[in-house]
């Protein structure tokens, strides 16, 4: 225990009105006045567990003039104030120690309103207890809007001991409001919610002069519109109220909850804890999303991830004005089914900003392969020609014309008995079908005539030319993927065979001699093959976009995008080979010993192969893609492009896919 000792207070020594003896007769020339003397001390003397903060009362036996007191009054080690209530003086002390005794002492020379004195100095001693530390009460949590006036209220706090408290507010998160003090001072400090949608919290300590109390924290949550508020957990139920207790489950329901025909509430938003959503989120007008809210505490961190992915497109927005997106992660999954795009974000017609987001499209997919060309038909036989007569006139017919597209030429009849030459086949089909056989000359009297010429074969089809290779962005409906090249051309069908020539007529019969045999027919021309179809075109390769932005307003603050890589181009599709051509038709060859024999038809030409597909375009990475919109890049944000996807192969390769960090068209 520590001992104060007393300090003697300066007395103030009033002069009487003659002599100045406290005995002097009264003004009025009666008694004189009666001595001044203390009657009572609170605490007592010896007083033990006197509370620190309790006043010093000292009871006169008289009412006391004010005037005297300055300075009379003193308690050994503490300042304070001196206050008179008629013969009650109250010393107030600033502080007490505990566990401490004080000498506390009244000066000779304080007098009474009569103008009695206190002869001698009055001295006491009394001991406090044990310091009892105050108790902050930093109040409710709060809920307010955006640039709204915020007042703390920690009147709730007490001392045990009935001390006066000082209040001090440690800011430990959020958006300083402090002017950079780090605290606000008093029971109820006021200042200006800030302008973008945080948690501010502040723990509270109050001191009574000696100890400081535990900690009391209070969490202001600052909202868009906290009477336009839903809340969304990873854990929620899509069928709760959407409070902080009672979450949703889903970004989309939680956008329905908000959104109406004529137009969500102004300020209206969305607030979603950590985890993983399921895309693509299809924006509203007026409804804003904030993510990084902790699901257990609801404190804001916009750091922390809240991710919505799953999806080849994250977040979608058709005619979505006055939105803002804070503090969302955006990963779009990769594209799996041949030529299709992965995008970040998909916008039309929309006004949106984007803040403190990370968005990132997957990788494209690669473009389907061109199917390979139908191949050809066979050409058609010439038919067989007839065959003639030793004797007599029955005269063999041609060989029946293979039929095709270009068809065989038909084969030459045979020439009658006596000098008839055998009959020239047709040519075959087409501006190159084959050459016609010639018809056998008839025989000398009594001699064979002569055998029938071959029919030219028909000429080969023209192969199809190859298709062209692409590059670029073709846009389609809600989407984009880089262009196909173009398929292979068709061949040519083949040309058909000519027709083989009749063979010559028996010579007429001379003087001694009357034999005459008719000649035997030629075989008919095969047709051409058929042509081979081209080959199919390769697919453009699916593209990576990060952000698209089709007319409208967008912003991108401290936000960063990245594009994955484009597909590659499908490859272009082999031609179709053209078919065989049809062969001739065999020549008759009845008595040939007699009369001429039929030619052989041509055979028909092969057809034309089909040219090979072009390769399909590689898909393009790009970061922002702007299409005629005014967009905004702001603060700390980056555009990062993949690798553009390779080109397809074929006769003429696709183009390479581009690669942008931001491309505007």
């Not at 958006?175 to 008093?186: F, M, N």
């Not at 035997?520 to 699916?542: D, H, Q, Y």
Request: charged share 10%; net charge negative.
């Amino acid at each position: 225990m520590r001992f104060r000792t007393a300090l003697a207070a300066a007395a103030i020594a009033l002069s009487a009105a003659c002599s100045g003896s406290s005995g002097a007769p009264g003004p009025s020339g009666g008694p004189p006045p009666a001595p001044l003397t203390v009657v009572e001390v609170v605490p007592a003397d010896g007083a033990t567990e006197v509370s620190p903060s309790a006043p010093v009362r000292i009871t006169f036996s008289d009412a006391v003039d004010p005037a005297t007191l300055p300075g009379a009054i003193a308690v050994a080690g503490a300042t304070g104030t001196v206050t008179v209530a008629g013969a009650v003086a109250t010393f107030t002390p600033a502080v007490l120690l505990g566990d401490t005794t004080y000498a506390a002492r009244v000066s000779a020379g304080v007098r009474s309103l009569a103008g009695g004195a206190l002869a001698a100095d009055h001295a006491w001693s009394f001991t406090t207890g044990t310091n009892r530390a105050p108790v902050a009460v930093a109040g409710a949590d709060q809920d307010v809007a955006t640039g709204a006036a915020v007042a703390l209220d920690g009147s709730g706090s007490v001392d045990p001991d009935g001390a006066g408290l000082e209040h001090a507010w440690t800011q430990v998160a959020g958006p300083d409001v402090t002017g950079g003090a780090g605290a606000l001072h008093g029971v109820a400090p006021a200042f200006t919610a800030p302008a973008e949608v945080s948690t501010l919290v502040f723990d509270l300590t109050v001191r009574d002069g000696q100890s400081e109390s535990a900690p009391d924290r209070v969490v202001v949550t600052v909202l868009r519109n906290p009477a336009a508020a839903v809340f969304v957990a990873p854990g929620g139920d899509d069928t709760a109220a959407g409070t902080r207790g009672a979450p949703l489950a889903t970004l989309g329901v939680a956008l329905q909850r908000l959104s109406a025909p004529g137009g969500a509430v102004p300020g209206a938003a969305v607030y979603a804890a950590a985890g993983t959503y399921f895309g693509p989120i299809v924006l509203a007008s007026g409804v804003s999303l904030y993510g990084g809210f902790d699901a257990a505490t609801w404190l804001r961190d916009a750091a922390a991830p809240t991710v919505i992915g799953s999806s080849l497109r994250g977040i979608v927005g058709t005619g979505a004005t006055g939105v803002v997106v804070d503090g969302f992660t955006v990963a779009a999954a990769d594209a799996i089914s041949p030529g299709f795009s992965s995008f970040g974000a998909f916008l039309v017609d929309s006004e949106v900003t984007f803040s403190r987001c990370s968005i990132a499209a997957g990788n494209g997919q690669a473009g389907a392969a061109g199917g390979r060309g139908v191949d050809g038909a066979a050409g058609n036989a010439g038919g067989s020609g007839g065959g003639g007569s030793c004797d007599g006139g029955t005269v063999g017919a041609g060989g029946a014309a293979g039929l095709g597209a270009w068809p065989g030429g038909a084969g030459g009849a045979g020439g009658a008995e006596g000098a008839n030459a055998g009959r020239n086949g047709s040519s075959g089909g087409g501006a190159n079908g084959g050459a016609s056989g010639g018809g056998g000359a008839y025989g000398k009297p009594g001699q064979r005539g002569q055998d029938g010429s071959r029919g030219g074969d028909g000429f080969q089809g023209l192969n199809g030319a190859p298709g062209g290779g692409f590059g670029g962005l073709l846009p389609l409906p809600d989407a984009y993927r880089a262009s196909d090249g173009f398929g292979g051309g068709n061949g040519g069908d083949g040309f058909g065979g000519g027709g083989g020539g009749g063979g010559g007529g028996q010579g007429p019969c001379g003087f001694l001699e009357c034999d005459e045999g008719s000649g035997n027919g030629g075989g008919g021309g095969g047709s051409g093959g058929r042509l081979g179809t081209g080959g199919g075109a390769g697919r453009g390769g699916g593209a990576s976009l990060g952000v698209v932005v089709v007319r409208g307003a967008v912003v991108l603050r401290d936000t960063t995008v990245r594009a994955g890589n484009g597909g590659a181009g499908g490859a272009g599709g082999a031609g179709g080979l053209g078919g065989d051509g049809g062969r001739g038709g065999t020549g008759g060859a009845t008595c040939t010993g007699e009369v001429g024999g039929g030619g052989n038809g041509g055979a028909g030409g092969r057809g034309g192969d089909g040219g090979w597909g072009g390769g399909g375009g590689g898909g393009p990475s790009v970061a922002l893609l702007n299409e005629g919109g005014a967009v905004t890049v702001e603060g700390a944000s980056t555009l990062t492009p993949g690798a553009g996807g390779a080109g397809g192969s074929g006769a003429r390769p696709g183009a390479q896919g581009v690669t942008h960090a931001r491309w505007d068209r």
